[in-house]
């Protein structure tokens, strides 16, 4: 038991920097600091710049044949994941609304595994838990750019090998990996600046979510029932659900760890992004994103610390 609250206090208070980081993006929306356009740029500018840096950063290490295995290990768990996901949230998601559905599904099943998690598997496990978190973060793009398009869209024709295979994540661990297994030493002037490129992954994200959640109606969204069945799906029913099996299939230390942070993250921006570009529900979108994130301080800290204790 105290080693459960030491592990919780110590999520608790990464967590509680991602809030406060998330109440600066609040504030500048409430003092017009952050315009709309401004805040898409933002979004932009984290997932095809500093994504792929945080990535590429957690790959310059020696090559090690163990630590191989390990992330191809961390593939399959993330892919698995989100074939798990997909099928429970099919199966138990349903609303006459079609929009409303096609949002709900997709918010369930991909989380802020970029945004929130690699932030915090970096503080609690550094850089070798974004080294599996970008695993999970490869998968995620895979899954996104394919099942997922076509989930809010409604339209298969979208989904094209092209748009999966460069997309930001996808390019950075093609990068990383690269350097990773031909164990190459980039100059001193190189790795600090993917360093300071990568230091932007905790504030920037934040920032966003919190303008976007200065936009939206949390009331409105928690008079909805399905809000409550896609959040409970997100932050609780998947995340158990993915410790209990790992757990029970002997996966451990810090790739268990990583895996369950990245499962047990809010629901992920890319559900808004998707939702506006694709005819989604835009709206919904934004509550989902916004009210998983405050409910996943009580969450995140708790699922977390259970996964550091059993680890």
Known sequence: MENFLSNFLTVGEQVLVLFL?????????????????????????VVIV???????????????PEML?????????AALSHVVMFLFSYLFIRDKEEQKKRVLRFASIFSNAGFIALPLQEALLGEIGVFFGAAYVVMFNIFAWSWGLCLISGDKSKITVKKILFSPGIIGVVIGMIL?????????????????ISNLNTPLPMIVVGY???ESNLLEALKDKGCYLC???????????????????GVRDAIFVSMV?????????????FSEKFGGNTILSVQLVSLSTLFSMVTMPVIVALAQMIA
């Open 21 to 45: 980081l998330i109440l600066v993006g609040f504030l500048c929306n409430k003092a017009k600091l952050l315009t709309k356009e401004a805040n898409k740029r933002i979004s932009d500018l």
């Open 50 to 64: 500093v994504t792929p840096c945080v990535i590429i950063k957690s790959f310059l290490r020696e090559f090690n």
């Open 69 to 77: 295995k390990m992330l191809l290990l961390a593939l399959l768990i």
């Open 180 to 196: 990773f297994v031909a164990s190459v030493q980039l100059p001193d002037v190189i790795k600090t600046t993917l360093t300071h």
């Open 212 to 214: 976007y959640l200065a």
């Open 231 to 249: 959040m409970g799906m997100r932050l609780i029913f998947f995340p158990l659900l993915a410790l209990g099996i790992l757990y029970l299939c």
């Open 261 to 273: 942070v990245a499962i047990s993250a809010p629901v992920g921006a890319m559900t808004t992004m």
